[in-house]
């Protein structure tokens, strides 16, 4: 709208005022006419009047912006709320409803701020409609922007069975569509959750939006319900298209009856009025390769049938199937009726040129005669030249930015002082306001120029630093390497654990290399060369985390795996999750680690609540000032040997901390009091993907927890952690309700990373959390010291929260 993609002519209303507010002038950011689309009258609760846009094709749309009529000043009109409705054939009008069912959308609170809404669930339309709305009769005007891409896949409707309960123990799990935009009876003529993007966990009780119904991310089906062994699901096309491939995202938790299809048969239609091909096409799945139970992807090939219609049946292997998305690989058909079973295929590579030159010559018809004109040689040469030029060029900027990406690898491009929100805008391709009031909107893209540093930047030395990328594809650890001397150098090499001593349980997450997957030892005992954990009570089985490097793994990661095996077995402290065995003899590779019965630190805080004078609360775990504090010192301590060693952790966060039960000699728990281990692989976890910042697809970096220098000089020392160890207590002593600086978005973080570095008082700190004490809320900002050399050891911050925390009130 605003850049003018989309021509006046296609945008209409149902009424406007007068010509200078009529409905093309209702583009979001422009000041045309009088400055916004009005309607002839009064807007009415009941929402009559409409500005139309006409896409003309099917488009993706996930994100509308509107903004009232501000006509230099002059303006003051605005929709505080409207309604989106949507049509794919200009006849059928739908309304959108977000994830809860609630078709209101909250609009501007003045005329000039522009107010973007994420539609969740997307939508695919070819015509959008703004319905405002107002809560008494009165005057409004209205501006629009739409975002989102052209729909390619061509699909405009699927028909299938309506989803089912899965009645587990205390839980109901609704599997049905919830965002279908049909007939919801039948599953008829609309668009749903199997074409949202969204691909459903391992866990399908686990979802991935929040404020949302166990099973909310598949849509599945009982084998006993739906009184058939199949499955059949019809795909409509806008369009006839040449099918190359379909994938299907499926669950495979096959302990809890679900999985994987065991075979499709499909069909295919060329038009809506011609018959079904005959024999159907069936395509297998080998079900003794889906012992796994995570969800994944089945590629299923359809052999470049054209059609406009499929109908497929998926076949059950067991009593639940359960389908997070399906999509496919096709492309528009055009059929010139000359072959009407086979698309027609563009030719591959350009025919030769033809010479048509004519004269007259001795050599005989039909030769090509060279005419005697220099011109054409010099022409010849000219592009030649021009060609080899042009090829230099790009080598040459190919080289420049490999260059670059060499010396800026470890460190986000984002991170610039000039334009921290440079990577967001290249993908978001879209205008935000300003961070923060009264700042100027960003400049223009350049290309990224490193900040000079100050003078008063410590320099750290980083000789011999060894930087892992391990399984989870992170630095997690940056070490220097250890001479014969080091604390451990002599530590006994680790014992090779036989695989089938270990069940599998759950697949906690996965990096670029590998996966990290949670096992189980029944009788660690039974095994003499186990180095077993002190707090496991015999008899019980134990815990592990196993992390597995894909057997494609490039040679670097494998040589990284191993010294990363090396480094961690020689981490022994009751803080630090131990290495305890490793299975290298043959592929893939594994390390075993403690894994503590609690899970994670964040987790185990969310769900509880702080205990105060008042007592519990109904039915709800609490967790007590004193049980926080002691959780902190256990931290502090773990970290306090990490930098005896001269250890970098690099992503300290309560995800990164796991807990237990610390028990007795008889194996008794002793009344809640935790053992908490750091650990350093919840950045593989799909869970906390939102807590890293991914830099075009590449690196991710947890910037809320980490110090300033970090973020824009790739400086990450003992000093670095201490800064993150300041923003895990504050998570702890905030319960782990919200995440750090959650009223900002990233490139807010970023930018307040370079207010550290200017130290002119305008940067933003966490601020204290109800239960924190001054005292202790003061120790957290010393540790966000801007100068790293005054921030406190781990030292000082374990005798602290050991001995004066504790007595805070």
């Excluded at 587990?168 to 935009?181: E, H, K, Q």
Aim: charged share 20%; hydrophobic share 35%; net charge negative.
């Amino acid at each position: 709208m605003e850049d003018g993609t989309i021509p006046d002519s296609d945008i209409t209303a149902s009424s406007a005022w007068s010509d200078s507010t009529e409905a093309k002038h209702g583009r979001l950011s422009t000041g045309e006419g009088d400055g916004a689309w009005c309607p002839a009258g009064a807007v009415f609760p009941s929402g009559s009047e409409y500005l139309q846009i006409d896409l003309h094709k099917l488009h993706f749309l996930a994100l509308v912006g509107t903004q009232g009529r501000h006509a230099d000043g002059h303006g003051q009109e605005f929709a505080r709320s409207y309604r989106l409705r949507y049509s794919r054939d200009g006849e059928k009008w739908i309304t959108w409803k977000d994830r809860w069912g609630q078709d209101v959308v909250s609009g501007n609170e003045n005329t000039y701020d522009i107010v973007l809404k994420d539609l969740g669930p997307p939508i695919v339309a070819r015509m959008v409609r703004f319905y405002p709305l107002a809560d008494r009769v009165m005057s409004v005007c209205l501006r629009v922007e739409l975002y989102g891409c052209v729909w390619d896949d061509g699909l405009k409707a699927y028909t299938a069975p309506v989803g089912h309960v899965m009645q587990l123990p205390g839980m109901p799990v609704y599997l049905n569509d919830s965002t279908y935009d049909g007939s919801t009876d039948m599953q008829f003529g609309g668009l749903g959750q199997l074409c949202d993007g969204v691909l459903g966990g391992d866990d399908f009780i686990q979802t991935k939006e929040l404020r949302v119904w166990p099973g909310y991310d598949y849509l599945g089906w009982s084998r006993e319900a739906l009184g058939q062994g199949s499955v059949d699901i019809e795909f409509h096309f806008e369009r006839p298209r040449v099918f190359h491939n379909m994938q299907v995202h499926s669950n495979n938790r096959h302990t809890q009856g679900v999985r994987v299809f065991s075979k499709v048969e499909c069909l295919f239609k060329p038009g809506i009025l011609q018959p079904w091909s005959s024999p159907a096409l069936t395509l297998p799945v080998p079900l003794e390769d889906l012992k796994d139970p995570s969800s994944r992807p089945i590629s299923l090939p359809l052999g470049g049938q054209p059609a406009q219609i499929l109908r497929c049946k998926f076949y059950f292997a067991d009593r639940w199937l359960l389908i997070s998305e399906i999509s496919f690989l096709s492309e528009p058909f055009e059929d010139d009726g000359t072959e009407p079973d086979h698309p027609k295929i563009p030719p591959t590579s350009p025919s030769p040129p033809v010479n048509h030159t004519s004269s007259s010559s001795t050599s005989g018809p039909g030769l090509p005669v060279a005419k005697d004109d220099s011109s054409n040689t010099a022409i010849l040469i000219g592009c030649l030249v021009g060609i080899i030029l042009l090829l230099l060029a790009v080598i040459a900027v190919i080289l420049w930015r490999q260059y670059w990406k060499k010396i800026l690898g470890k460190v986000s491009q984002a991170l610039l002082l000039n334009n921290p929100a440079y990577h967001l805008l290249l993908s978001d391709h879209r205008k935000e306001p300003p961070p923060y009031p009264g700042s100027p909107p960003y400049p223009s893209l350049s290309p990224p120029v490193s900040p000079p540093l100050p003078p008063s930047v410590p320099h750290y030395a980083e000789a011999d630093i060894v930087s892992l990328q391990g399984v989870s594809g992170n630095n997690t650890y940056a070490v220097p390497a250890l001479a014969s001397s080091s604390p451990g150098a002599d530590a006994a090499p680790l014992p090779e654990l036989p695989r089938q001593c270990l069940i599998f349980k759950e697949k906690l997450g996965e990096g670029q290399f590998g996966e990290v997957h949670l096992c189980e030892i029944e009788n660690p005992q039974d095994l003499p060369t186990l180095e077993f954990p002190f707090n496991v009570r015999k008899g019980r089985p134990l815990l592990v985390a196993v992390k597995i490097l894909r057997p494609d793994a490039s040679k670097n990661a494998r040589n990284d795996f191993l010294k990363e095996v090396k480094i961690l077995s020689r981490l022994k402290d009751p803080n630090i999750i131990r290495l305890l065995g490793v299975c290298v003899s043959s592929d893939p590779l594994c390390m075993v680690t403690e894994y503590m019965e609690c899970g994670d630190l964040n987790q185990y805080l969310s769900h509880r609540v702080l205990l105060d004078k008042t007592g519990p609360s109904h039915n709800t775990p609490t967790i007590s000032y004193p049980a926080l504090i002691s959780m902190a010192s256990q931290i502090a301590s773990g970290m306090k040997f990490l930098s005896s060693l001269n250890f970098v952790h690099r992503d300290l966060a309560t995800r990164n901390c796991l807990v237990g039960g610390e028990r007795g000699e008889n194996g008794e728990d002793r009344g809640g009091e935790r053992h908490i281990k750091i650990a350093d692989f919840g950045m593989s976890r799909n869970l906390y993907a939102g807590d890293y910042y991914r830099i075009q697809g590449r690196a991710v970096l947890p910037i809320r927890w980490m110090a300033w220098e970090c973020i824009l000089m790739g400086k990450f020392t003992t000093a670095s952690d201490v800064w993150a160890f300041g923003v895990t207590l504050w998570e702890m002593l905030s319960i782990c309700q919200e995440q750090p600086y959650c009223n900002l978005t990233d490139e807010q973080v970023i930018d307040n990373a370079g207010e550290f570095f200017r130290d002119q008082g305008r940067q933003v700190y966490l601020s204290r959390p109800a239960v924190c004490p001054q005292g202790l809320y003061e120790l957290m900002l010393s540790c966000w010291n801007r100068d790293c050399k005054l921030r406190p050891t781990f030292a000082y911050i374990h005798s602290f929260l050991t001995e004066d925390a504790m007595n805070m009130v």
